[in-house]
């Protein structure tokens, strides 16, 4: 059993019943498991006035039983003293009832061709091509084997565990609270930062009303002044509001988390902007109503 490896490794030699001819099978793999494709190639060494058929050495036509044929090629080569004569086959089996697979033995056709012989009427002869076995694997356990494999487990001590389990608990605990601190900074860092921002727009806002309150308002073209640089410092609130009418900007305003009191009274203030600047006669209204108009604004502003 143990030269059986080394047997399905080389190639098998066999003496026809002619002697004149010499089969050789070859195998590429020394077992193969169900389901495998496996090459197997038979050569034929013969004189060059013998000629084989290959009529019948088809895929649908040649049976091999056990094995699937898959491919099956055939090719005639000549060299010095003879011809060669190929078969290669790919096989495939899904037989797992035995350690060993057998390519049945099959007959290949040739004949002679003498001298003054007719080449259609000459006798056909055979010779037969013997029987390979390869090694069947399989991945199915034996009807007495385990399902898994199993060792015993270990004994561990409370001692060999405590240490460790200790370590691995400070870790984590320090693991925590190093992120809860990154969090803690984050907020507080976000709240300066706020702080700052609204910070720097109050005081934008009161230079800017400084500047308004400084305009002086001696004819019609500079109370539309007036009143347009008041219009763009109260949408300016919401950001990014230039294009906005009265009710959309104090609408910004409440979304962007005002007070409902501080987003109606820059609406207003805007209404009463736009009815100063477009309505008819609004210009000459707008020149009595700039006290109590820049009143308010100074109130929005924060300023008493």
Known sequence: MKLFPILMAAAFILQAA???ISIRTHVNKTALYPGDRLEY???????ASIEFIADHLKKDQLSLDGFEVVDVTNMTSTFSGGKLFQVKFLLRTFDISGAVATIPSFDLYYFRRGSGQDANNAQAETVTVPATAIA???TLPGPNASIRDSKPLLAVSSAAWL?????????LIAVIVWLLSLVVTRLRLGSSKQRAKDGVHRQSLAERLDEIRALEVDSSEDVERFYRQASDLLRGLTGNGAGLTPQETELALRNGGGSERRAAAVGALLEQCDRIRYAPGGLEKGLNQRSEFLRKLQELAGER
Do not use: W
């Not at 190639?41 to 004189?47: G, I, K, Q």
């Not at 240490?163 to 870790?171: D, M, R, Y």
């Open 18 to 20: 002619d002697s004149s």
């Open 163 to 171: 240490v460790p389990g200790a370590v691995g608990a400070c870790a």
């Open 41 to 47: 190639e038979v050569s034929v060494e013969h004189p």
């Open 136 to 138: 069947l694997r399989s």
